[in-house]
T-cell receptor
């Protein structure tokens, strides 16, 4: 049973560029959430996707957008990158109708220079 | 709004020492409480949880009791191992929400 996978593992971008991160959910999961984890901080919720729609959103600007595909995988896009966007981006998946536990992927480390 | 406060790290212990990592929270209603662990280079894993007052969550020798009167959920382990070295996150989930609120994390370093 494959767990949550994310790609790429690491990424280096320049200010002003755009980036796309990818997440494949754990088998059987239909809901994907994205988190930003800055160094030394806890994960901050960006948004959640279910049935290919954004269902909830945290306090992040519109530069952060996403998409969910029919196979439940998801992408996180960040436009006009800022130095402050450097962080570990975590994907977490679950079954929508069940509360509680989410399963996290290993994350994508984004560095903006 | 909801918030979680954890003790500052790093916490440095010798193998077989007793561990306590403090966590207090602010939330409306009666949240569920969680401890997650993050090993180097990995994502977060759920370690234990408690869903109502006085519940005790336990897993892999770790325990935490949901204390409503002190709004706390302190993590304890009687005898830590080098392999327990990781960052530990306390989190809460308010009733009606599916989005957890995390603390800043506490790094644990266990020396042989």
């Amino acid at each position: 049973d494959a767990g949550v996978t994310q790609s790429p593992t690491h990424l280096i971008k320049t200010r002003g560029q755009q980036v796309t991160l990818r997440c494949s959910p754990k088998s059987g999961h239909d809901t994907v959430s994205w988190y930003q984890q800055a160094l030394g901080q806890g994960p901050q919720f960006i948004f959640q996707y279910y049935e290919e729609e954004e269902r909830q959103r945290g306090n992040f600007p519109d530069r952060f957008s996403g998409h969910q595909f029919p196979n439940y995988s998801s992408e996180l896009n960040v436009n006009a990158l800022l130095l402050g966007d450097s962080a570990l981006y975590l994907c977490a998946t679950k079954l929508y109708r069940e509360g509680g536990e989410q399963y996290f992927g290993p994350g994508t480390r984004l560095t903006v220079t | 709004g909801d918030s979680v406060t954890q003790m500052e790290g790093p916490v440095t212990l010798s193998e077989e020492a007793f561990l306590t990592i403090n966590c207090t929270y602010t939330a409306t209603g009666y949240p569920s409480l969680f401890w997650y662990v993050q090993y180097p280079g990995e994502g977060l894993q759920l370690l234990l949880k408690a869903t109502k007052a006085d519940d005790k969550g336990s897993n892999k020798g770790f325990e935490a009791t949901y204390r409503k009167e002190t709004t706390s959920f302190h993590l304890e382990k009687g005898s830590v191992q080098v392999s327990d070295s990781a960052v530990y996150f306390c989190a809460l989930l308010s009733g009606g929400s599916y989005i957890p609120t995390f603390g800043r994390g506490t790094s644990l370093i266990v020396h042989p």
